[in-house]
T-cell receptor, first 113, second 111 residues
């Protein structure tokens, strides 16, 4: 399984755009990049997933360069409620009898007023 | 939106006791998982379950752990003889298509 590296923590202010970058140099051809969010004492929650180029949904955007060795989660205009840990995961997310998720330490985003 | 539910939300038990953590998965989701998260640490995979049998288990999931679907809907994690180091949040998850849906977790405290 590809190893991911992301910053341990980031600080931001309300209304700013936040970009969290994840490195995954050993990503395999069939791997997708998925981001989850976790609030304290809650289960992780799926945010966004992509294979290449750019993906956007109502919550975030995901930018993946052509070599796919890194990815950037972009959160537009963060609010205090976006304070959470954000995890970057790499793997095949479907199709098998098991698609276990391997979590790293994640990035703790702290949004201040 | 359908949700995964877990009971109890908090369980306190004495070392050596058996505990059963329960999960009600989203209906029609066929892949089930248990994860745990020790306070301040990473979310760790324990076991995956598909078609009424274990698909994969981690090194953490030793003989003290077991999973089953006792009535075809609920999904349980049993720890036979709890240890202090079993204190953690335990999350149940379902997979549908390319997403995993996590429950709110059970906080297990072993004293």
């Amino acid at each position: 399984l590809a190893k991911t590296t992301q910053p341990i923590s980031m600080d931001s202010y309300e209304g700013q755009e936040v970009n969290i970058t994840c490195s995954h140099n050993n990503i395999a051809t069939n791997d997708y990049i998925t981001w989850y969010q976790q609030f304290p004492s809650q289960g992780p929650r799926f945010i966004i997933q992509g294979y290449k180029t750019k993906v956007t949904n109502e919550v975030a955007s995901l930018f993946i360069p052509a070599d796919r060795k890194s990815s950037t989660l972009s959160l537009p205009r963060v609010s205090l409620s976006d304070t959470a840990v954000y995890y970057c995961l790499v793997g095949v997310p479907y199709g098998g009898a098991t698609n276990k998720l391997i979590f790293g330490t994640g990035t703790l985003l702290a949004v201040q007023p | 939106e359908p949700e995964v539910t877990q009971t109890p939300s908090h369980q306190v038990t004495q070392m050596g006791q058996e505990v059963i953590l329960r999960c009600v998965p989203i209906s029609n989701h066929l892949y089930f998982y248990w994860y745990r998260q020790i306070l301040g640490q990473k979310v760790e995979f324990l076991v995956s379950f598909y078609n009424n049998e274990i698909s994969e288990k981690s090194e953490i999931f030793d003989d003290q752990f077991s999973v089953e679907r006792p009535d075809g809907s609920n999904f349980t994690l049993k720890i036979r003889s709890t240890k202090l180091e079993d204190s953690a949040m335990y999350f149940c998850a379902n997979q549908r298509e390319n997403e995993q849906y996590f429950g709110p977790g059970t906080r297990l405290t072993v004293t």
